[in-house]
């Protein structure tokens, strides 16, 4: 088993949609479906083309109001690629003989190959190899190549090659009824005899996509064949159709190069100027071939995690790194954009970006902390717009929201189809506030892993400052208990909006939200001692911040009210302990998969606000997010008591109240359950693992893959299996490798230090290969060692002890 390649075997229709997401290939720029290029929009086929950020709003008349929606837009298809035998029909594998068929994901390269054969009902066997890539070397520019072999036969054949912009918005079932039409037509050309171009644009962002195609014919001695080319053009639409004699045996090379190009881009004057330069400029596939590979390798170098012992964990690893470096990559750098939760790879949740950076970023930060930096930017970048959302609900600071895309904006859709019962059912999920603490949060340890003072003390401290005082104004002071309480919020939890029978929105007192803010509010008063004096003082006269204003936090990070229901249990919510038990095993028995909860309840007129029944974790996320020690010292500050047992108990009875409806959920489970219940912790990681390769939640992944879930598990990789945790003082590593895996390596990038690892089950092997200072610090369980740059030492983990010196 390659442990690179993903290989599917069989022509399979139904599963096509699945293969097609993960299949996906891009370059951080830009992402496109594994769709056969033959086809275009249908049942088994959804060839999406997505750019980072872009992003297209429409209104629709819906259940008497008009919705605006802002879609990450499906842009013209530049795969379009078919061909016509003299008397025959356009290739449709669905309509014809298939007599073999492989797909491969080559993550190595990034290369997506399709081979195929066919027969006709003349008889004809044709067999075609396909190669793909999106390059990740010059990110406008993507590329099809076939070998195509006329086995049987002789005869005149048609090439079709087209650039498609009638398409539109149709991945996810339940959004048809909203409008999903983005795209304006702009102009078509013919440039060249085997160039054309098609410019669109979209209807109300006004984004202009340029593409470009150049169309080649070869011979097997690779002279260029000379062809008939006729064009047709249409709305949105430009094809050329190229005809040739195609002789018996003999191999022709068909090589289609698109040049893609913006108006969002950054450095050009005109995308389609650009897209024409970028067509003229560029070599054939064989060199764009070998310049994918470089970059490949290089990224490889940086990003990889091996892992002995267990081929099918490697392999989806790897499949995750994959999937992640095709979503952001190097060339997202200068993009302005943020995570959008379900990657460039489908239409689920409209490529908002979430909070599932928390999940992303730990692994990112420890390879590409430059990418990680420009992510947090997307927030800096429209930080005025979560000012305003503060101020309009009557807030100071800032309130970022729950989803975003273009420009900052809350994107959260207002009513949403339960496609279980047909309703639309109003959504009240954007009132997760605790989106806030996460981006404070995700700014202190991107910080804390590079020591990036510089970002720190200009654009990190004012969001995080911004953010405190938020949370400060948000938390108000109950008399009684002599404590502040934070109301009308949602936690991670989204089955939970309300209490049941009341018509207010939101909870009171979730206990995730209220020790972030905790957190939040200490942390900002450290930062604030960190920076520079003069940077401080700028600040604080900047946003006109006093004295007066810091002791209120200071206050409030003491005095914050956390629920819980008796021994040491957190309550998720003030009124949680009141909601009935879930009848989990009735519902199991009634209806088979109930990870989505909310759908199955509303389709009987009822809600899971009814119970103590959560979509994922909530409560337990406390027991991630912060160490043990951490959680101490919080609680400590807040004046409760926090045992370590409890952690222990709390996992107990979250563990039985919990659907799994997030594939988030698994990875956080798996993760705090590795403490204490090994068994359980792996069946979580396992979940986790094949959670997007076999679709477990059925039919979500042909709708996007889940980027937090396949971060996650490479950050409980590296931190949990690996043992990696960053403090202030040093870098440390105490393994605990899983019993189905014999040894992880892994390379990070710690403070501009390449530090690689391979940990096993008896021995750890360290080496300081590079870095800006000659000497660093690594702890080995705990014990700090004093490491020379270029030095590589071994350690016996079962006695904790240094084994020898290089
Ligand atoms: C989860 C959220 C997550 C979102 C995007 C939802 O199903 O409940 O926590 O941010 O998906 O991944």
Not at 312 to 332: D, G
Not at 550 to 561: C, E, G, N
Not at 745 to 759: D, E, G, P, V
Request: glycine share 6%.
């Amino acid at each position: 088993m390659d442990t690179f390649c993903l290989t599917y075997h069989g022509w399979d229709p139904k599963e096509q949609k699945l293969r097609e997401a993960l299949c996906t290939l891009g370059n951080g720029y830009l992402g496109t479906r594994g769709a056969a290029e033959e086809n275009s929009n249908n049942e088994f086929n959804y060839p999406g083309t997505y750019i980072a950020g872009g992003y297209n709003r429409a209104k629709t008349e819906i259940a008497g109001r008009t919705l605006e929606n802002e879609d990450l837009v499906n842009f013209p298809n530049w795969l379009c690629l078919s061909f016509r035998p003299e008397g025959g029909e356009w290739l449709n594998l669905e309509e014809t003989e298939v007599l073999d068929y492989e797909q491969k994901l080559e993550m190595k390269k990034g290369i997506l190959t399709r081979k195929f054969r066919i027969k006709d009902p003349h008889y004809r066997i044709t067999s075609i190899e396909s190669r793909r890539l999106v390059s990740m070397k010059d990110m406008h520019l993507a590329g099809i190549q076939w070998n195509f072999t006329p086995e049987n036969w002789s005869g005149d054949i048609e090439i079709r090659t087209a650039l498609d912009g009638t398409v539109i918005n149709n991945n996810v079932a339940r959004y048809r009824e909203l409008e999903n039409r983005h795209l304006k037509p702009l102009y078509s050309e013919v440039i060249d005899k085997d160039v054309i171009l098609l410019l669109v644009r979209t209807a109300q962002s006004d984004i202009t996509m340029a593409q470009a195609a150049r169309t080649r014919i070869y011979t097997q001695e690779k002279k260029q064949l000379k062809t008939t080319v006729s064009s047709h053009q249409k709305d949105k639409y430009i094809e050329q159709v190229l005809g040739f004699h195609a002789e018996e045996g003999k191999k022709y090379t068909i090589e289609k190069v698109a040049a893609i190009y913006t108006s969002r881009d950054p450095s050009i004057s005109e995308p389609s100027l650009e897209a024409r330069k970028d067509i003229q400029r560029a070599g054939p596939f064989s060199e764009m071939l070998e310049k994918q590979q470089d970059a490949y390798q290089f990224l490889w170098h940086r990003a990889d995690i091996g892992i002995s012992g267990n081929k099918k964990v490697q392999q989806l690893v790897r499949l995750h790194i994959f999937h992640n470096l095709q979503t952001i990559s190097p060339n997202t750098i200068p993009l302005d954009v943020g995570v959008p939760s379900r990657g460039l790879h489908g239409e689920a949740y409209r490529g908002h970006v979430f909070w599932d950076e928390l999940y992303i970023f730990p692994y990112f930060n420890l390879r590409f902390p430059e990418i990680t930096r420009s992510l947090l930017m997307y927030r800096y970048y429209r930080l005025d717009e979560a000012r305003y959302a503060a101020k309009k609900e009557g807030y100071k600071g800032a309130m970022f929201p729950w989803q975003s895309g273009s420009n900052g904006r809350e994107e959260s859709q207002v009513i949403h189809l339960n496609p279980k019962s047909g309703n639309w059912i109003p959504d009240n999920t954007h009132l997760q506030r605790h989106v806030n603490a996460a981006i404070a949060y995700n700014i202190w340890n991107y910080y804390l892993t590079t020591e990036d003072r510089l970002f720190l003390s200009h654009y990190g401290a004012e969001i995080f400052l911004s953010i405190a005082r938020f949370w400060a104004g948000k938390a108000k002071y109950n008399r009684d208990r002599d404590r502040y309480e934070i109301h009308h919020v949602v936690g991670p939890d989204e089955y939970h909006t309300s209490y049941p029978d009341s018509g207010e929105h939101g909870l009171k007192n979730n206990a995730y939200t209220n020790v972030m803010t905790a957190w939040v509010l200490q942390k900002a008063l450290e930062i604030l001692d960190l920076i520079e004096k003069s940077r401080k003082e700028e600040l604080l006269l900047h946003l006109a911040i006093d004295e007066k204003e810091l002791s209120l936090w200071k206050k409030i990070s003491k005095k914050i009210f956390v629920p819980f229901i008796k021994d040491g249990i957190i309550n998720q919510f003030e009124g949680y302990e009141q909601l009935q038990e879930f009848p989990w095993e009735e519902y199991r028995e009634k209806y088979g998969d109930i990870q989505r909860l909310d759908r199955v309840l509303e389709s009987e007129g009822n809600s899971p606000n009814t119970y103590k029944a959560s979509k994922q974790a909530d409560v337990l996320m406390l027991f991630y997010v912060f160490s043990k020690e951490e959680l101490h010292t919080i609680f400590h500050h807040l004046g409760y008591e926090f045992k370590e047992d409890h952690i222990r108990q709390n996992i107990e009875y979250y563990k039985e109240r919990t659907s799994h409806g997030s594939t988030l959920s698994r990875f956080v489970f798996s993760w705090v359950l590795s403490k204490y219940d090994k068994k359980q912790s792996w069946k979580n990681f396992k979940a986790l693992l094949i959670s997007d390769f076999e679709d477990i939640q059925g039919g979500t992944t042909p709708e996007g893959i889940h980027l937090g879930a396949m971060a996650g598990s490479l950050d409980l990789i590296q931190r949990n299996f690996a043992g990696l945790s960053i403090r202030d003082d040093a870098l440390w590593i105490d393994p605990k490798l899983p019993d189905s895996i014999e040894e992880i390596s892994l390379c990070i990038n710690y403070r501009n230090h390449r530090i690689c690892f391979t940990a096993g089950h008896e021995k750890l092997r360290i080496a300081f290969e590079e870095g800006w200072s000659d000497k660093m610090n690594i702890g080995v369980r705990d014990a700090i060692h004093e490491f020379n740059r270029g030095e590589m030492r071994e350690f016996h983990l079962g006695l904790g002890t240094e084994n020898n010196k290089d």
